[in-house]
């Protein structure tokens, strides 16, 4: 574990504590306590005094995944143009570790983290119990499927080989492109949002299905037909854009939260926070972004 903390207020906090998103279970949740307080003890010179009334300061340690580029400059850009407006500062504090991620920020070291959507979140708290709340989705991640191999969707042969990533929330968006697209069905009382290859009842391209790991999607797409994933996954690879095959609008129930920790909803300094990502000038700068980081990667939450 290393941690290395900035003094360029434009620079993250990056915290490396493993590259893969993963779960907690009980024969590692003492480690993860463990791994989460010194991490704490690592960090805690960092924030500001706390503002009166508040457990925080004015300066906002706010978490993402540290492989995300995108998250990075979103909160960048809140830093710069919106916060000020609200007498905040977000410092952005990447890991690449979920579980460390959401136990700081329900333990309250971090004011808050934007890396994840209500179904990962659902999935974490019921194997945790930790107090976390989703207060509101603040943008969309591109979702797409990228070929080397095939122009189009339709150009996909029978019997295709499909990768997708391996966790289930993730699964059942990339199966649920797929039936949005027309190409399977489910069976009858599927909650898309919930779904398993075992909940397909029709497949009539015969569509073989490869679970993957979160962030393998550019390193297998030459070895399958086509890939689901996050675009900002291959845009970071520097995977060509001529690759991307199929891009529907995200569903808006997979939109990025932001999520804070339940035991300081109410504090004055989160409640300003809020603020700032709900700002009225956030969803415009997402449609109309031409940062590099930002485009085609994140997008304003959708409303289809």
Request: proline share 7%; hydrophobic share 40%; aromatic share 10%.
């Amino acid at each position: 574990m290393s941690t290395e903390l900035h003094k360029d207020s434009e620079a993250p906090v990056e915290i490396a504590l493993g590259r893969r998103r993963r779960w907690v279970i009980p024969a590692i949740a003492a480690a993860v306590v463990v791994i989460a307080a010194a991490v704490a003890f690592a960090v805690k010179g960092s924030s500001s005094s706390t503002a009166a009334g508040s457990h925080f300061g004015t300066d906002l340690q706010v978490a993402y995944e540290a492989d995300s580029n995108s998250e990075l400059a979103f909160l960048q850009y809140l830093n710069q143009k919106i916060a000020p407006s609200y007498g905040l500062k977000i410092t952005p504090v990447g890991i690449g570790d979920g579980n460390q991620l959401d136990l700081a920020t329900a333990n309250g070291q971090y004011a808050a983290n934007i890396y994840q959507h209500q179904y990962w979140l659902k999935e974490v708290l019921a194997k945790t119990h930790w107090k976390l709340t989703a207060v509101h989705p603040i943008f969309q991640w591109a979702y797409s499927m990228y070929s080397e191999k095939y122009p189009s969707l339709n150009a996909l042969p029978k019997d295709a080989s499909i990768a997708l990533l391996n966790d289930p929330a993730n699964t059942a968006q990339a199966l649920w492109l797929l039936e949005r697209a027309g190409k399977i069905t489910f069976k009858p009382g599927t909650s898309p949002w919930q779904a398993t290859t075992a909940d397909i009842a029709s497949n009539p391209e015969n569509y073989h299905f490869t679970a993957i790991d979160y962030g393998d999607g550019p390193r297998v797409l030459p070895e399958v037909d086509a890939v689901i994933a996050y675009n900002m996954q291959f845009i970071g690879a520097g995977i060509s854009q001529k690759y991307k095959i199929y891009a529907p609008p995200a569903p808006p129930a997979f939109a990025g939260q932001l999520v804070v920790s339940t035991s300081y909803l109410h504090d004055p300094q989160i409640v300003k926070l809020i603020k700032v990502f709900l700002d009225p000038r956030v969803q415009p700068y997402l449609r109309n972004t031409t940062d590099p980081r930002l485009k085609d990667q994140l997008t304003p939450v959708s409303t289809s």
